[in-house]
């Protein structure tokens, strides 16, 4: 029989490990362009992540270790990333990066190593590929399909298209294909060009030799502007069209006023200040500006931060219904079912729903068309 004098002795030890088998980390890998060509998106998404996690330190009881690697805008260091995260940090989800070639090198990494991804970017995986990942960012389908809408109204019949030569210009383009044949306008070229390129007047010239009633270009952050620079400097008069992958103050600042009249969509979080007050996406977008403001000591100008914000809202509300612990394939199984069956999880750029055979969660409510006007932002009715 224990002496009595090591009875509590006992269950105080029994109690601390009790206390810290609840209390477990929580492992988070997060990678980012934090350098190279897309840091105007990367920089952004570590700040999202960094204000979410600064005001959500905890997650289901748990302490969250958050450990942030930077790609460098290069998908195959991405994809290395995600390898040396899952197996030797042991992260229980990938969290993910800032370009499309980048996050599907991550999601390969995720499907064959059974780590639950969340993208905040565009991804799209054929089959099985895809079974362990989910994206907050809308996609291009949902996205350009409104911006085709506004084409339409404006009475546009034919527009040229212009974009990055890798798997984000492909979305781009396949979209808007899709979505202008439904609206009756032809799509009149396809110019590519890449990244890392500083000069796109050789397809610009081919463009404005079709005499386009407009342009649509697919391809995001800083090197987003140069074919809207170089349209301008053809005096071309026809309209101009993005992706919500140009919504950043580093593109604005490059493209001044080339891209006076240019109509992205966007989620709701751009323009919340401007939703109705009784819209939820409104309240939680606000609570997303002060946190950034808090962490980072200024307010936010771009909508990238926000994507690794609903990343981590989306990661909190599953972990609170994930069963086992952290650190373990059972958990990360739980976690990703968890991810997959959330639904109506309000964030700042929609209300999320995923199910096993979508695995992005927006719909009709995380879009906005919005105008570039003398350097700022405005939503389109």
């Known amino acids: 029989m224990a002496s009595p004098l090591l009875r509590p002795l006992a269950l105080l030890a029994a109690s601390a490990f009790a206390?810290?088998?609840?209390?477990?980390?929580?492992?988070?890998?997060?990678?980012?362009?934090?350098?190279g060509p897309v840091s105007a998106l990367g920089i952004p998404y570590e700040k999202?992540?960094?204000?979410?996690?600064?005001?959500m330190p905890t997650i289901a009881g748990r302490k969250v270790e958050l450990i942030v690697l930077d790609d460098a805008s290069d998908p195959t260091t991405a994809g290395r990333n995600a390898r040396k995260l899952a197996t030797e940090d042991k992260v229980d989800v990938l969290i993910g990066t800032s370009g499309v070639p980048g996050a599907m090198a991550i999601a390969a990494v995720a499907r064959e190593l059974n780590v639950p991804l969340i993208s905040p970017t565009p991804v799209s995986l054929p089959g099985a590929e895809n079974g362990w990942t989910v994206s907050v960012s809308q996609p291009f389908e949902l996205m350009v399909a409104a911006v085709v809408d506004k084409m339409k109204a404006a009475g546009v019949k034919t527009v040229a298209f212009i974009g990055f030569s890798d798997a984000l210009g492909d979305l781009a383009y396949d979209s808007l294909v899709k979505s202008a044949d439904a609206a009756g306008i032809k799509v009149v070229a396809n110019e590519r060009y890449a990244r890392a390129d500083s000069s796109v007047a050789g397809q610009v010239l081919k463009i404005v030799a079709q005499r386009p009633d407009a342009v649509f270009a697919g391809n995001s952050g800083t090197p987003g502007a140069l074919p809207y620079l170089a349209l301008a400097e053809r005096n071309y008069k026809g309209r101009i069209y993005g992706t919500h992958g140009l919504i950043n103050a580093d593109f604005v600042r490059v493209g001044g006023?080339?891209?006076e009249g240019l109509e992205v969509p966007s989620g709701p979080v751009l323009v919340a200040e401007q939703l109705p007050t009784d819209n939820p996406i409104r309240k939680v977008s606000m609570?997303?500006?002060a946190a950034y403001q808090k962490a980072n000591g200024a307010p936010p100008v771009d909508a990238f931060s926000s994507y690794t914000y609903d990343a981590y809202l989306l990661l909190a509300n599953a972990a609170a219904r994930a069963k086992g612990e952290p650190g373990t394939?059972?958990?990360?199984q739980s976690l990703k079912d968890a991810i997959v069956a959330t639904r109506e999880l309000v964030g700042t750029?929609?209300?999320?729903?995923?199910?096993?055979?979508s695995r992005y969660g927006s719909d009709k409510r995380a879009v906005v068309i919005v105008r570039m006007e003398k350097g700022q932002w405005k939503l389109v009715p």
């Open 349 to 357: 750029h929609g209300i999320y729903n995923f199910t096993p055979d």
């Open 287 to 289: 609570d997303f500006r």
């Open 19 to 35: 206390v810290g088998a609840f209390a477990a980390d929580l492992k988070v890998g997060v990678i980012s362009s934090l350098s």
């Open 329 to 332: 394939p059972a958990y990360r």
């Open 257 to 259: 006023k080339s891209i």
């Open 48 to 55: 999202g992540i960094r204000a979410a996690h600064a005001q």
